[in-house]
Every structure is written in structure tokens, then in C-alpha cells.
């Protein structure tokens, strides 16, 4: 079952219309943040038992004349309630909405915002994603392998789901499941932009590349140190020939 709420008469837009939980970022936060902030503001719903899965890919949305002809830009974020005391848990409502239902989505009764069964499908298909595809939860936990680790990692990823059909959503998610990690979203998106090959193929060549790129730079780190430490030896064994004239 899904929670929707109707939007009060109150807000600026879609008064009347039924929809999902919905805000605006603050400062600093993720999709996954600000759909739990907006979920305990909007219903009283939080604590242990409520997890963020996964957000899926955005949405540009364009309002017409009637809404004031502006964009906005939706990411679906899936949200998982666990049984636990009082289940579906009591809603409180803010001044935001007027009803609440718990629904098998989509509910035809129901008159809904715009787009409303592609947020639905876009929040499953990242769940989809995260089921189908362990190396996202690795490399969201790994803390201490380097970029070029990770980036081998979700090419592997990216391949084992070219065999199940949804390379398209676990490559999005592939990318920025790690956002400060740039040379991971390089390598999902070199992949999938190869030509000529199948994807698992490109999965393996730009898996080469890197490889190959890592070792060139640790063969280069290693003459670097090899060349100082000769220098190193060699300035100490003059000055310790002429010290031992001195010496004499």
C-alpha cells in the first residue's frame, strides 16, 4: 500500500489534488534526507522503523499557464515503513493537507498532481535497481578502498545487470551513489557511452583502461622514490669520501 494525502486548499499549488509526500530541499540535504524531513513534517510518521531505500531519476516536470508556467524537478524517493506497534501507523496532518489514505496505487478515484504514476514507477525502478545490483550497497559502505576499486566495482555492477534488463536505472544509480566520487560516475558513463560492443564488453574494456591507468602511476611513483633515493646515496657516499680525507 501507498499514503496519499490530499493537498489542503491553503498551498499555492494543486489544491484539492491528491499526491505523495512532497517538499523543497534545505540547505545541505539529499533526496533520501528530505523525503524523511517532509514525511515527519507532513503525517508525524519517523523513528527507527522508517528507512529511505532509494531515489530514483529525476523528473522535469513543466507546469502550465494555470500553475504559473514554472518547472519543477521531482525525484522519486521510495520510503519503507516496518511493521512495527500500530501498522499502517496513524497519520497526523499538518496544515499542508486536509485527508489521508492508504491506497493500492494507482487509485482511479483519486484525482491526482501531474505525473504522479511516473514518480510511482520511478521510485520502484530504483528499488528495482538496488535489489538486482549487491555492489550498490557495498560501494555505498566502503570506506577505505580508493576511486579506481569502487569505479572496477560498479563496472561489474553495471555488467550482472545488462543480463537482467535494467542497465538503464542501476547505471543512474551506479553514478551517484557516491556523488564526491567522480571518477566512479566517469567510468558508468564511459561504459555506457561505448560503441560497437555490447555493454558487458565495454564494462571490461574501460575496466582495462583503469587498471592500466592505476598501474602506470604507481610505475611512475616507484622511479620517482628509486630516482631520489640513488640521488639520495649518491650525494652521501661523495660527502662521506671527503670526510674520510678530512679524517686522514
Known sequence: QVLMLKRS?????????WHFVSGSFELGEDAGACALRELHEETGIGGDGVTSIASGRPIWLELGEEWGRRSIIVHPVAINILPTGD???????????SE?????????ELRGVPRLVETHAGALAAVSAWNSCPALERIRRNRHSGATALAV?????????????????VAYQLATVRPAMSPLANAVMDA??????TLREACASVTNRLRAAEAA?????????????????GGEGGGGGGGGKRGG
Open 217 to 233: 602511476v604507481v610505475e611512475n611513483t616507484v622511479r620517482v622514490v628509486l630516482a631520489r633515493v640513488t640521488l639520495r646515496n
Open 153 to 169: 566495482e560498479a563496472l561489474e555492477g553495471l555488467a550482472g545487470a545488462a543480463a537482467v534488463g535494467n542497465e538503464v536505472e
Open 100 to 108: 489521508s489514505r492508504w491506497v493500492e496505487f494507482p487509485d482511479e
Open 192 to 197: 555506457l557511452a561505448y560503441s560497437g560492443s
Open 9 to 17: 486548499e491553503r498551498v499555492s499549488t494543486f489544491g484539492g489534488y
Open 87 to 97: 501498522f499502517p501507523p496513524p497519520v497526523v496532518l499538518n496544515w499542508e493537507n
